[in-house]
């Protein structure tokens, strides 16, 4: 059974999709950016503040599901620039101190809003028994 997960404290979605699909036991999101959800507004003074933003949204959409960046397996991760990369990294794995999920990081052109940095990930959503 298919679900869709919107929640007001994520991303708002820019465009025609959903912020995330849950299948079975596992939630598929959209690209997340760092947009603040109160505000509207993006935080891209820093890569670091970027970074937080975009990992607290992905938290929002998971808490959504009934589940936690804990039970991430795999994200993919489209970065502007590279020579972000070490700054990025360093803010990422605050929010994975323990086993950290596969990932995939690629440079790629211009972000929409002109954003730095863009995340989409694979969460498994266990079963509540």
């Known amino acids: 059974m298919l679900e869709v997960i919107k929640t007001e404290r994520g991303t708002p979605p820019g465009g025609y999709y959903s912020q995330g699909i849950k299948v079975g036991d596992f939630l ?3 690209g997340q950016i760092a947009v603040n959800p109160e505000t509207k507004k993006i935080v891209n003074e820093n890569i670091e ?26 994200t993919t991760v489209f970065l502007t620039d590279m020579r972000l990369f070490e700054k990025f990294n360093a803010t990422y794995a605050e929010f994975f101190p323990k086993n950290p999920p ?10 929409l809003r002109d954003v730095h940095v863009e995340i989409e990930a694979i969460i498994h959503c266990p079963s509540r028994s």
């Open 49 to 74: 503040a970027e970074t937080r933003q975009v990992m607290q949204n992905l938290s929002a959409i998971a808490e959504a599901a009934g589940t936690s960046l804990k039970n991430v397996v795999k």
């Open 102 to 111: 596969a990932r995939s990081t690629v440079q790629v052109g211009p972000l």
């Open 28 to 30: 598929f999101t959209a």
